[in-house]
């Protein structure tokens, strides 16, 4: 997992807002509009308190500021508790929060205090990216590369698997990539002397420049929550590529949905 930078995260409502149009264009529907058909529920007002973490590495500037940011873009009551780690915690729960976000090192989590439901940043991240490629207008075709099998690529895998997906696997550990297929038989392990074209792609890795200009084509639907960049501004731009790719968004967005 790539540690976060304050300068990741200083364009997000704006990453966010270019993501909004590209996933409208491509599913007909509002980031809102597919997190309540994915989760088949809608946000009713719950109370989302924020705590800033200060254990391991510390706190990142800007980050629970982004995540204020992001909920109130989407019009969610939340605020940033004064107060950090146990004490924080203890602030939200007498501030009323219905719901905590919190962040150490390893593990960003959403919890429910009222129906004690647990979100994890990794699977939810995986969820939505996916799904936004699921609920592409383009839904013939069903082949679909995944570059990166870590903890966000898995999740993505699994709901790929449940939609039926030809699916096509890459990984520079090799070992995760037998793992996979050892659970899932249908999946192809992938290399680039393949020289197949891809018109949707899934990418989690902590790497950069990891998709090659051959499994391009003009209008590929790139969905990537890794970072840095996996796709070079160039080929972005060459193959009119439609790039979902933010931060912490719709990856913070599709946790709390996943718990409401
Ligand atoms: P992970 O370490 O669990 O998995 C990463 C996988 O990528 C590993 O299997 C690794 O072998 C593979 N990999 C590394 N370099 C590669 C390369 N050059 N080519 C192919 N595979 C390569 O990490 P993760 O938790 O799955 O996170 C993946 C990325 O997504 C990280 O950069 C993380 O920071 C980012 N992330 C972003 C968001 C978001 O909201 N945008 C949310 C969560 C994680
Ligand atoms: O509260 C704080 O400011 C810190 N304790 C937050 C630490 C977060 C560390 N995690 C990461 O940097 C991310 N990879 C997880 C965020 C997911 C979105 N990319
Ligand atoms: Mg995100």
């Known amino acids: 997992m790539t540690r976060l930078t304050p300068e990741d995260l200083i364009n997000i409502q704006e990453d966010i807002h270019i993501c909004e149009q590209i996933i409208y264009e491509i599913t007909d529907r509002k980031i809102i509009q597919l997190l309540e058909n994915i989760y088949n529920i809608k946000y009713n007002g719950e109370k989302i308190g924020i705590i800033p973490i200060t254990s391991g590495n510390g706190l990142i500037d800007n980050f629970s500021e982004s995540l204020l940011k992001i909920l109130r873009m989407f019009n969610m009551d939340s605020f940033i508790t004064k107060r950090v780690d146990v004490s924080g915690y203890y602030e939200a729960i007498k501030k009323n929060a219905d719901i905590i976000l919190m962040a150490d090192d390893s593990t960003f989590l959403a919890y429910n205090l009222k129906n004690m439901k647990i979100s994890n940043n990794q699977i939810a991240t995986g969820k939505i990216y996916s799904e936004i490629l699921i609920n592409s207008k383009n839904l013939n075709d069903k082949d679909i590369l995944i570059i ?19 699916i096509y696997i890459y990984d520079l550990d090799e070992s995760k990539i037998d793992d996979i297929i050892k659970k899932f038989p249908t999946i192809i392990k992938y290399n680039f002397n393949q020289n197949k074209k891809f018109s949707k792609i899934f990418e989690a890795t ?27 501004k160039t080929l972005e731009t060459k193959y009119n590529i439609k790039l979902i790719m933010e931060p912490l968004g719709l990856g913070t967005l599709s946790m709390i949905y996943e718990i409401l």
Do not use: D
Not at 148 to 166: H, L, M
Not at 206 to 232: D, F, K, M, Q, Y
């Open 148 to 166: 990166g099998a870590g903890n966000v690529g898995k999740p993505a895998i699994e709901n790929f698997i449940k939609y039926n997906y030809n």
């Open 206 to 232: 902590p790497s950069e420049n990891t998709i090659p200009e051959s499994v391009l084509i003009n209008g590929t639907i790139v969905s990537t929550p890794g970072i840095p960049r996996a796709l070079s």
